[in-house]
């Protein structure tokens, strides 16, 4: 498999998880409360959103690859 095939594919993949996910959602740990031997913490969920325009470039860009590669090879 060639890597313009592999890039397209892997494109395509991350097109339609943007779709489907709209954003990335990730969990941190801060510190809370630090004195001396007392600690705390706390978990944040945070969320990267991915707006529906960086899905479809994703997804558009992917398939014009495979089309390209085709015309290329045969």
Excluded at 27 to 55: C, F, N, S, Y
Excluded at 58 to 72: D, F
């Amino acid at each position: 498999m060639k890597s313009t095939t592999v890039i397209a594919i892997i494109l395509i993949v991350i097109g339609v998880m943007a779709f489907g996910y709209q954003g990335i959602t990730y969990t941190t740990r801060e510190k809370v409360v630090d004195i001396g031997p007392l600690q705390m913490t706390a978990k944040k969920t945070r969320t990267i959103p991915l707006p529906p325009i960086v899905g479809a470039i994703a997804l558009l860009s992917g398939v014009a690859l495979i089309g390209i590669s085709r015309k290329k090879n045969g």
